[in-house]
C-alpha cells in the first residue's frame, strides 16, 4: 500500500467521509478517536453523543445502509481537502467548538512534546450548495460547520467555500473526492477499540472499510473473503476433528486431538529431520524459569507486559491455601518463559568455549507461553501457550555471512517443502534508527556490521525484500519474512534476528586465536515463527485438504458390507506396518454415507474394498484431489504409498 500512494490517499480520504457522513444524517456531535489507512482500506474509531439518532443506531445494519449512502452522496459533491496548519492555542479553540475532546487530547499531546503548529485538513463545498446542504442534514450539523467556516474564514481563504468537515490530521489525502471512485468501496463490519490502545480507557466503536481502485478489484478481493470464510482454520478444524479449546483446560490453550496430534508430530519429524541434515544440535529446555534468570536477560524489566506473574516454588499449594507465608530464605519465584533465549544462552555458558568451537548451532521445538487478552485469543493464530521452532547460532565474526546465507537457504527450502514458492515471499530488513542510536544495546561496529551483512545476503540471494529504518529490536537488525497463501494473504513466519543483548548481559565470551575472551555473535532464528500458528496458516492454505505426506489421515478404508471388513483389516494391517495414517470405517453408516463422510473429512485416499477386490487381491480407490477411480494390487498400492509418503510430493 505504500507503494500506491494514490491508494492509500483515497483509502485516509474515505476515512474522513465516513464520520462526516455519520455527522451529517445520525450524529452532529460525534466524537472522533483516529482513522487511518490500512491494508485492503480504512477504519474510524468514535463515540456516539447524546444528539445521536437513537432510532438509526439501534442496529448496524441501519448506521452501515445511512452512512454508506451518504458516503457516496459526499464523494459525488466533489469536495476539496485543504491542508492548513494552525497555532496550538487556535487549533484548542476549534475543536472545543467542534466538542472533539478526544483530539483535543492528542492535540495537547502534540503540544508537550514540542509541536507549535498542528495539521488541520478541511473539507470544503462549493458555498451555493450549502443550502442544499441545510435542508438534507442535521440542523445541528450544519450550525456547527456554518461557525467553523467563519472561523477558518481568518486562517486561509474560503472565499464562496463552505466547511462540511474537519480534523486534526497530517494527512495525506486526496484533493479532491472526484479523485475516489464511487463504486470501489464498500463499509465491511464493526469492532470495539480502546482510546489510545490502553484496555483502561473508555471502549470505543470502530467502522472498518474496504477500498480498492476500481469495481473489478473490491469484487475480486470480497470473492476472496468469501473463500478465506470457508478456509477459515477455525472452522475446519473443528470440522475435520484436528484440535478443540476448553474453558476448564483454560482460553487459549490449544487441545491436539490425535489427527491433529498426528499432524503436528509429522511436522516435527520433517523438522527434526532437516535440522541433522543441516549440522543442528538438539536441546531441551524446562517451561519455567528463575525469576533471576529473567532479570539478567532484561525481560523482567522490558518484556513484562507479555509474561505471566512469578509463581512460588516455595510452599505447595496446601500451604498457601492454608494461608502460611514463606520464609524469605525458602522463597524461590519462577516464571512461565515466554522464550527460549536464556536457556539456550545458560547451556552455552555450561561449558568454556574455544574459537575452533564455532559455529554452534542449537535448536529446540520449546512451548512458550505469553499473556494474551481474552478479546485477543483467536484459533492457532493467537494463543496463550504455543511450540516454538527455535534456533540459536553463535559464531564468530568471520562466520556471520555465512551462517546467515544458511538459514535463508533452510527458511525457503523449508517454504518449498509445504507448496510456498520463492515468489511468494517477502522479506522485511528491520534496521535500527540512525538518529537514535543510543536506544540500542550494543556498538557502532557490532550494528554496521550485521545490518550490511544483512542486507548483502538478501541481494546476493536475490530476495523481494523492502527495509524498514527505526523497526530494528533494540538488540539487533532482523529479518522478517512474509509468506503468501494461494489467496494472496500474507502471514509472519520466519525470523532471523541478531541480539547483541544477551551476549552482554549473560557475559558470553569465548577464546579466539591470540587467547583473549572475545565476544560470540548470537543469531536468533525460527522458521514456522510456532507450530500453532503454522499449522493454522497451512489449514486455510490447503482448505484442510493436505497433501497425502501431511494429511492427518492419509487413507481411509471402507468394506461394502461388513463381510468384507477382515480383508479391509488386512489391507490396513499392511498399510499401518509402512507407518500409514490409515483407518477402517467398520461403522453402521450405510456404505455411501461412509464414502460421502471420507469425502467430508477430504481424506487424500478412499480405499474400497468387496467381493471383487477380495478375489484379485486389490483395493479400488478413489483420489480427493483428482476425483479419479482406479483399481491397484494391494502390494503395489501400498508400495505407492510408501513411496508418495518419502517423497513428500505436494
Not at 477504519?43 to 456516539?48: A, G, R, S
Not at 470501489?184 to 463490519?189: E, I, M, P, R
Not at 476425483?627 to 510408501?642: A, R
Request: aromatic share 12%; glycine share 6%; net charge negative.
Amino acid at each position: 500500500m505504500k507503494n500506491n500512494e494514490n491508494l492509500f490517499n483515497q483509502r485516509h480520504s474515505l476515512a474522513h467521509i465516513m464520520v462526516q457522513a455519520i455527522q451529517r444524517l445520525i450524529d452532529p456531535g460525534l466524537e472522533l478517536g483516529v482513522g487511518p489507512a490500512i491494508e485492503n482500506g480504512f477504519y474510524h474509531d468514535f463515540l456516539w453523543s447524546k444528539q445521536a439518532d437513537q432510532e438509526l443506531i439501534k442496529t448496524e445494519e441501519s448506521i452501515v445502509k445511512t452512512t454508506f449512502k451518504e458516503m457516496q452522496r459526499i464523494v459525488k459533491e466533489n469536495q476539496n481537502f485543504l491542508y492548513i496548519e494552525l497555532p496550538g492555542k487556535e487549533t484548542k479553540e476549534l475543536l472545543k467548538m467542534l466538542g472533539q475532546p478526544y483530539t483535543l487530547e492528542l492535540c495537547d499531546d502534540l503540544i508537550k512534546e514540542g509541536e507549535t503548529k498542528l495539521g488541520i485538513y478541511i473539507n470544503t463545498i462549493n458555498g451555493q450548495a450549502a443550502e442544499k446542504l441545510l435542508a438534507h442534514t442535521k440542523p445541528d450539523y450544519f450550525k456547527k460547520y456554518q461557525e467553523a467556516t467563519n472561523r477558518l474564514t481568518k486562517h486561509t481563504d474560503l472565499e464562496g467555500k463552505f466547511v462540511t468537515f474537519v480534523n486534526m490530521c497530517k494527512g495525506p489525502h486526496v484533493e479532491s473526492s472526484k479523485e475516489i471512485p464511487v463504486d470501489a468501496f464498500v463499509l465491511d463490519k464493526f469492532a470495539g477499540a480502546y482510546w489510545k490502545w490502553d484496555s483502561n480507557n473508555i471502549m470505543m466503536t470502530r467502522i472498518y472499510g474496504v477500498s480498492f481502485e476500481t469495481k473489478e478489484e473490491l469484487k475480486n478481493y470480497q470473492l476472496m473473503m468469501e473463500e478465506a470464510k470457508k478456509r477459515d482454520h477455525r472452522v475446519l478444524g473443528k470440522k475435520l476433528s484436528l484440535f478443540s479449546f476448553s474453558e476448564n483446560v483454560g482460553l487459549g490453550l490449544p487441545l491436539w486431538l490425535p489427527k491433529w496430534a498426528g499432524l503436528f508430530r509429522t511436522i516435527e519429524d520433517f523438522w527434526n529431520e532437516a535440522h541433522r541434515k543441516n549440522w543442528y544440535e538438539f536441546v531441551r529446555t524446562p517451561h519455567i524459569g528463575n525469576k533471576k534468570l529473567w532479570e539478567i536477560s532484561g525481560h523482567w524489566g522490558f518484556y513484562s507486559e507479555s509474561m505471566y506473574p512469578p509463581m512460588e516454588a516455595g510452599q505447595t499449594l496446601e500451604d498457601q491455601k492454608a494461608g502460611k507465608k514463606v520464609n524469605e530464605a525458602d522463597s524461590e519465584q519462577y516464571l512461565l518463559k515466554p522464550m527460549n533465549c536464556p536457556f539456550h544462552v545458560e547451556i552455552y555458558k555450561a561449558e568454556p568455549k574455544s574459537y575452533r568451537d564455532f559455529p554452534l548451532r542449537r535448536c529446540e521445538t520449546g512451548t512458550v507461553y505469553r499473556f494474551e487478552k481474552k478479546g485477543q485469543l483467536g484459533g492457532l493464530t493467537r494463543v496463550r501457550g504455543f511450540t516454538q521452532d527455535d534456533a540459536h547460532i553463535m559464531c564468530r565474526k568471520d562466520q556471520v555471512e555465512d551462517e546467515l546465507q544458511r538459514v535463508v537457504k533452510f527458511i525457503l527450502y523449508i517454504y518449498e517443502s509445504f507448496g510456498f514458492k520463492k515468489e511468494d515471499v517477502k522479506v522485511y530488513l528491520s534496521l535500527r534508527d540512525p538518529k537514535n542510536t543510543k536506544k540500542y544495546a550494543g556498538n557502532d561496529e557490532g550494528w554496521e556490521l550485521t545490518q550490511n551483512v544483512l542486507k548483502k545476503v538478501a541481494d546476493d540471494m536475490k530476495l523481494d525484500y523492502t527495509t524498514e529504518e527505526g523497526e530494528a529490536a533494540f538488540y539487533g537488525p532482523k529479518l522478517d519474512f512474509k509468506v503468501k497463501d494461494c489467496l494472496g494473504r500474507e502471514w509472519q513466519c520466519s525470523t532471523l534476528q541478531f541480539d547483541f543483548n544477551l551476549p552482554e548481559r549473560f557475559d558470553m565470551t569465548y577464546i579466539n586465536n591470540k587467547w583473549e575472551e572475545e565476544r560470540p555473535y548470537m543469531l536468533h532464528r525460527a522458521l514456522f515463527g510456532s507450530f500453532e500458528r503454522f499449522i493454522g496458516v497451512l489449514i486455510e492454505h490447503y482448505a484442510g485438504a493436505f497433501p497425502f505426506w501431511l494429511a492427518p489421515e492419509q487413507i481411509r478404508i471402507v468394506p461394502v458390507a461388513d463381510k468384507f471388513v477382515d480383508y479391509a483389516d488386512n489391507v490396513y494391517n499392511k498399510l499401518k506396518d509402512k507407518w500409514i495414517r490409515v483407518i477402517v470405517d467398520d461403522s453402521a453408516d450405510s456404505f455411501s454415507k461412509k464414502i460421502r463422510n471420507a469425502e467430508l473429512m477430504k481424506v487424500p485416499y478412499i480405499v474400497i474394498v468387496g467381493e471383487k477386490e477380495e478375489s484379485d487381491s486389490t483395493v479400488s480407490v478413489r483420489v480427493y484431489k483428482t476425483k479419479e477411480q482406479l483399481t491397484m494390487k494391494v502390494d503395489e498400492f501400498v508400495n505407492e504409498k510408501v513411496r508418495e509418503n518419502e517423497e513428500r510430493s505436494l
